[in-house]
């Protein structure tokens, strides 16, 4: 079972790198179906940390066109899914910073690790506080992560989202295993207490994180 | 470990990422403690909750908009390889550029900026991240600096979390082709648009209420509100009584929505009812949101009847059932944005008003006692600011004078040669007027 396995991962590998040489050559469709099982990660990265579907699919297919641009360039020491994240994460940064620039707001830093996180979007009170669906309950948790400071936000997208292990993560945002751990459990942590003040109002929110 | 110690590590444990020990002790821990078993799995379900959010499927022209890009940068990769056969012709209007930003920066800084010292140098590094870019093991002390400097924000970020790099997915160069080149395309395309022209629009607001009343009447005001909301075109959303048995404390809370337009005059009406002790709005603005869902909406349904078509017209058996599940992709997304349309009518047409009840009784102040512990932590801190203030001042001032110190010597070299070929001109001419009299 578990040869079979390695062998599955090793000719999925093979054909990846088959794939990316053609691409390397211009070939187009060799392209598609090597980025087609990132795509929607990529896109759905975009829509957690932008906050509309026309950035998250422009945001994508910049990170297409990078990927595509620089194929050259890897060198395939690492894995290519590891690439991939990197660009999306440093694609995003870039996004974010360019229009917070725009809105002369200030973007708090990626670094200090000492500070408690902040909701830059610190009024909540306006989220859907009616449950009984679960597309609200979907919307109410978005907004939850959204409302995450980006450095924050990046890590738990990556985690709950595109289910990346802790290692993954910290090769993509280029931080340690160890940030990626504070920063996840002080993330969890301040959507919780949110959440959980926002519950004490709302019955079928309390049900849904389990807290009653 | 003590409970929170315990709690700390749930983070980790829960996406088993712990290491084997602190995994252990969690689960003896937890065997014993039932409070820590409770909040481990509320913190699970929490989780599991947040991981539902799940992903939402590509655009429907993500494909083809894809394809039309790679050509486009086909042919472009084409024109760019060309330039690229002269690499040297690269680097060199690369190095041009960059030492006319550095010269103009450093002009300007020691020109304006000599009297103004350190706050000059600040002020410079935050406009010039280019030559920001080149000071290296400066950095740090900088950073430091123009740490309170709001337009530096982006360079910490830049700082901290470097570029796609360092570890041997491209070399250095490489990555300064990278970032050239996004800039270039962000240059270009203006690749996140801002839709226009939405003042035509009706806009989309959700307006939310919240009050605390105080009462003398629990039962009556909890009433009254009821009606109040079918009387403004509403309903009751939910509601909570709690009553303490044998305690005369009654308190609880009632969540209405009342048609949107009108709902002043319900919070007037709730106002009647006792005292009002807290009161806040907010307010969400949806617009586009909406809008961008209703555009999505039109195109997925053209989508549909584009498919339709082709379902009539299909041959083959493979073509019927790849056509079926595409339909039924798409209808799904059409139902699901329907829905949300629907969802957000509502949101906003209808407003909430969240009422919190009390009979007096239940009305305590509670003050929190800070103390002196809190006061000598401030203490603390603000001198601990300052000297790091202080030191930082010192440090920036120090390099103020090395940054400019070229500048200066190339000015200077610049003056004195200035000066030497105006001597020598005054001088030549005067040799040269006695020639032309004697003539
Ligand atoms: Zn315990």
Redesign the pocket.
């Known amino acids: 079972m578990k040869t079979k396995n390695t062998a599955a991962v090793s000719s999925q590998q093979f054909e990846e790198m088959e794939l990316i040489k053609k691409s390397r050559n211009g070939d187009t469709a060799a392209f598609s179906e090597l980025v087609a099982p990132y795509s929607k990660r990529i896109y759905n990265i975009g829509l957690k940390m932008l906050n509309n579907r026309e950035d998250a699919a422009d945001m994508a297919q910049d990170v297409l066109l990078k990927i595509f641009r620089n194929l050259n360039r890897f060198r395939g020491d690492a894995a290519f899914s590891t690439w991939v994240y990197r660009i999306s994460v440093n694609t995003c940064r870039d996004i974010l910073r360019s229009s917070y620039r725009q809105h002369e707001r200030l973007f708090t830093d990626f670094g200090e690790e000492n500070e408690q996180p902040e909701y830059e979007v610190a009024d909540y009170s306006a989220l859907p506080e009616q449950l009984y669906e679960d597309r609200e309950s979907n919307a109410y948790l978005l907004a939850l992560i959204r409302g995450l400071t980006p450095k924050y936000r990046i890590v738990m997208v990556l985690r709950e989202v595109s289910g990346l292990s802790y290692q993954e993560i910290a090769d993509a945002v280029n931080i340690s295993v160890g940030t990626v751990k504070s920063r996840l459990n002080r993330a969890r942590a301040a959507m919780r207490e949110k959440a959980l003040a926002d519950a004490e109002h709302n019955p079928q929110l309390a049900r849904l994180i389990n807290c009653q | 470990m003590k409970?929170e110690d315990?709690r700390r590590h749930f983070s980790e444990y829960i996406d088993l990422e712990a290491p084997e020990e602190i995994a252990s002790a969690i689960e003896e821990?937890v065997a014993a403690?039932g409070?820590?078993r409770r909040e481990l799995e509320a913190f699970r379900k929490f989780n599991a909750a947040i991981a539902s959010v799940g992903e939402e499927e590509l655009p429907f022209d993500f494909a083809v908009t894809l394809q039309a890009n790679l050509e486009e940068e086909k042919k472009k990769g084409r024109s760019r390889s060309r330039s690229k056969s002269r690499p040297w012709l690269r680097a060199l209007a690369a190095c041009a550029c960059l030492m006319l930003v550095l010269g103009v920066f450093s002009l300007g800084s020691s020109l304006f900026g000599l009297s103004m010292g350190a706050s000059a140098a600040q002020d410079a590094a935050a406009s010039a991240p280019m030559a920001y870019a080149m000071n290296g093991s400066m950095k740090r002390m900088d950073m430091a600096v123009t740490e309170d400097a709001a337009p530096m924000e982006e360079y910490i970020i830049a700082e901290e979390e470097a570029p796609m790099g360092d570890n041997g997915f491209y070399d250095e160069a490489e990555v300064a082709e990278v970032e050239m080149e996004a800039d270039i395309d962000a240059a270009e395309g203006g690749s996140l648009k801002r839709s226009a022209g939405e003042s035509t629009v009706k806009r989309k607001i959700i307006k939310n209420y919240s009050l605390s009343l105080r009462v003398e009447d629990f039962d009556a005001a909890y009433k009254r509100i009821s009606e109040l909301a079918s009387e403004y075109g509403g309903y009751v959303v939910s509601g909570n009584t709690s009553d303490y048995e044998g305690s005369i404390v009654r308190d609880g809370w009632l969540s209405i929505r009342v048609d949107a337009e009108r709902a002043d005059e319900v919070i007037d009406h709730i106002a009647e009812l006792g005292t009002i002790e807290h009161n806040s709005f907010s307010s969400n603005d949806v617009t586009s949101d909406y809008y961008d869902t209703q555009t999505r909406l039109e195109q997925y349904r053209a989508q549909e009847e584009r498919l339709l078509e082709l379902y009539q017209r299909a041959e083959t058996i493979e073509d019927l059932i790849s056509l079926e599940s595409e339909m039924t992709r798409v209808i799904a997304e059409i139902e699901s944005m329907e829905g949300t349309l629907r969802y957000y009518d509502q949101l906003t047409t209808l407003s909430l008003i969240d009422v919190n009840l009390y009979t007096p009784s239940t009305y305590t102040q509670t003050v929190e006692p800070t103390g002196w512990a809190g006061f000598w932590e401030n203490v603390k801190s603000g001198f601990l600011r300052g000297i790091n203030n202080t030191l930082d001042s010192i440090a920036s001032i120090f390099i103020f004078f090395v940054r400019i110190l070229p500048t200066l010597i190339l000015l200077a070299a610049i003056a004195m040669l200035l000066l030497f070929f105006f001597r020598r001109g005054r001088r030549g001419r005067k040799e040269k007027l006695p020639k032309k009299e004697q003539e």
Do not use: D, L, T, V
Request: net charge negative; glycine share 0%; hydrophobic share 15%.
């Open positions: 409970c315990i821990h403690c409070e820590c």
